[in-house]
């Protein structure tokens, strides 16, 4: 099975969540979905259309019997709190809170009586979205493909693609709630492995830009960028710096491996909005995936 097909039936499960409470309603004024994402527009076309797909099979069709008043973050991670309290204020019946466990947490911040169905990557009992796996408690269900607790694994498969390359890039987000977990997992990984990291922080479009200098700066031969919304909306800039440079990189999704990259690097006037630049295909070779949770890019 493709990851996918993995992420379809993912969002798939979590429209069903998210059109339950709505059900009661259905004889009632049109009901309204609250959707809360840390991510953006452009990067999450296939989990949007899986969203709707699932309220479709729930029989639930946008515009017709049920509103959806969409929030994008685009990574900004600090406007998700202002986002949540506005879908309150709307009086939405649920609220769907997608793209990294921030989402979800503003939203159950927000409101104790909205119902909330959430998806997430990190553990939903240590980020208080749940009481337990077994009893949810609140106002809030979901699910959760635990990708953020993959770096260790990820990077091992980074060296089984990329035998040669001594020095590691690691790119994170210092803002991410798993980024400690996620640093203190590659760091003991990386003695057994024979490999040495170099660390670039980035939470802001100045600091990717630093990242990226530091990273050529310290020589680094390969590339693990953590499992990070913020690094999905721009997955576009991190893989054309991968492919200028001839860098393999793995990632948590197989979207940034089918990405095609740009001759010239784009710098986003903001996350959804590139300047236009010249497109190239990106090599067959750069389309590498051999794991229904990592994909790479190789050379």
């Not at 969002?11 to 609250?34: C, D, E, F, K, Y």
């Not at 959430?118 to 939903?124: K, L, R």
């Not at 001594?166 to 980024?179: A, C, D, Q, R």
């Amino acid at each position: 099975m493709t990851s996918d097909l993995r992420r379809r039936e993912f969002i798939t499960l979590l429209s069903g969540a998210a059109a339950w409470p709505l059900a009661a309603r259905a004889q009632q004024p049109m009901p309204v979905i609250g959707f809360l994402s840390g991510r953006s527009p452009g990067d999450s076309a296939d989990p949007l259309a899986g969203f709707r797909r699932g309220l479709k099979e729930g029989g639930f069709v946008e515009g017709q019997n049920v509103i959806i008043e969409f929030r994008w973050a685009n990574g900004e991670y600090d406007r998700l709190p202002q986002m949540a309290a506005e879908l309150v204020r709307r009086q939405v019946n649920v609220i769907a809170a997608v793209g990294g466990e921030l989402s979800g947490v503003a939203a159950k911040r927000a409101t104790n009586i909205i119902p909330i169905a959430f998806a997430t990557g990190s553990d939903p009992i240590k980020g208080g979205l749940v009481e337990s796996f077994n009893r949810p408690g609140g106002n809030a269900t979901g699910v959760t493909t635990l990708t953020n607790f993959m770096e260790a694994k990820r990077l091992g498969l980074l060296r089984e693609l990329a035998p040669k390359a001594e020095v590691i890039g690691v790119l994170v987000n210092p803002n991410f709630p798993t980024s400690v977990i996620q640093l203190r997992d590659i760091e003991a990984a990386a003695p057994a492995l024979g490999r040495r990291l170099v660390i670039a922080k980035a939470s802001t479009d100045a600091e990717l830009e630093d990242a990226f200098g530091r990273l050529l700066r310290e020589r680094a031969e390969a590339l693990l960028v953590g499992a990070d919304p913020y690094f999905d909306v721009r997955r576009n800039r991190i893989v054309a710096f991968a492919a200028e440079h001839r860098l393999p990189a793995i990632y948590q999704f197989r979207d940034f491996a089918a990405t095609e990259w740009t001759s010239q690097r784009p710098i986003a006037k903001s996350a959804s909005t590139p300047r236009s630049c010249s497109k190239v295909p990106i090599p067959p070779s750069y389309r590498c995936n051999r794991s229904t949770s990592s994909s790479w890019s190789s050379t």
